[in-house]
């Protein structure tokens, strides 16, 4: 059984809606989640490949989050086991979907 961190199906619904978003955005969208656990949760999400983060051009300072592609995801995928693969696959295959 894969674990994730609360706010991550929430933070997994505004990628739905947005294509990248940035910290501070998704902090704002989801204020009654504290700041260290949506930092967290981002950084599993890296972890797994499920999202990517961008350098904000503009700005090097900040950065963007966006759902990776299955190029990207498949990278990462490589150390990982089928079970977590498939869990993870079906959450990308649920995001991808809706752009």
């Known amino acids: 059984m894969v674990k994730l961190p609360k706010p991550t199906n929430e933070i997994l619904e505004l990628f739905k809606h947005q294509e990248s978003l940035t910290p501070n955005q998704i902090n704002t969208s989801l204020p009654h989640f504290e700041k260290?656990?949506?930092?967290?949760?981002l950084r599993r999400l890296r972890e797994k490949g499920i999202i990517v983060r961008v350098p904000n051009l503009f700005d090097m300072r900040r950065v963007y989050y966006r759902v990776a592609t299955q190029d990207e995801f498949q990278v990462v995928s490589v150390s990982m086991k089928s079970d977590e693969i498939e869990f993870y696959q079906g959450i990308m295959d649920t995001l991808?979907?809706?752009f």
Do not use: G, S, W
């Open 96 to 98: 991808l979907f809706t």
């Open 36 to 41: 260290k656990d949506i930092k967290y949760a």
